[in-house]
């Protein structure tokens, strides 16, 4: 696990959000890892959104990041959530060490992100630039589907997933807390704020899922962190956002 007197990682994200940044402050937050927020910064201090536009954008860099979040260690510099995570698991000693379950745990991320995408594309089916508004028809629609099929089609394949474990089923992958179970804990989290009749019925039929989701909230250091300010609210500006009439 990364030392205390190493250089703090530099996340970027939006500083209102939780959003998809959130499943990366998860993992250096349980791994009590050093690391500087940097748009929630005061410009002061280097930070405020635009040090983070400032640096997405900066045409120096060869291996530039779509948009946040993005994280940068040193001269390295990661984006996309999954990714970010594939090269934090082994520096925090939040994955495996054999590369088969690296890969699993990567899958099982990749997966969460194609939740995370369905439940972002509820409030916006037909474009990001549009006012949820001018979209509400199209937008209870797509609801009722992930409501009806998506949400307990994706908790359920959880559900056996860590019914397989060959370790038992108190974590995804192995006996230890990996991100995979850390991001699968925000998942539930933000189905239970966005959606939560439809949340409620799906993770009565996904016990094992439940119980997960309490475990990793009572490891001390992620319990420290949701009590903390560190840990931004949900809103209707991030991606889990609660329209009643979308939770069908």
Known sequence: MTGTNRTPYQ??????I?????????????????YVDVAREPPARGGGEEALMRTLGDP????????PPFLIDGDVVVGQTAAILLYLGPRLGLVAEGEADRVWT????????????????????????MYYED????????????????????????EQVLAR???GPAH?????????????????AGLRHAFPRAAKRALARTPAV???????????????????????????????????????
């Open 165 to 167: 474990n060959p370790a």
């Open 135 to 158: 979209q509400r028809e199209a937008a209870i629609e797509r609801s009722r589907a992930f409501c009806r099929e998506r949400i307990p089609k994706y908790l359920g394949w959880f």
């Open 18 to 34: 939780q959003g998809r940044g959130e499943f990366v402050r998860l993992a250096l937050e349980a791994a009590g890892a050093p």
């Open 60 to 67: 120096h860099n060869p291996r530039p990041s779509f948009a």
């Open 210 to 248: 439940v119980q997960l989701h309490d475990r990793v909230q009572a490891v001390p250091r992620v319990a420290a962190y949701l009590r903390s300010p560190r840990r931004i609210a949900f809103n209707e500006e991030g991606i889990f956002r609660r329209y009643p009439e979308l939770d069908l």
């Open 172 to 188: 995804l992958v192995g006996d230890a807390l990996s991100y995979a179970d850390l991001s699968l804990f925000q998942l539930v």
């Open 11 to 16: 996340l970027h994200y939006w500083p209102t």
């Open 106 to 129: 990567q899958q099982l991320q990749l997966t969460v992100a194609d939740v995370v995408a369905e439940a972002h594309d509820t409030h916006h089916p037909l474009s990001v630039s």
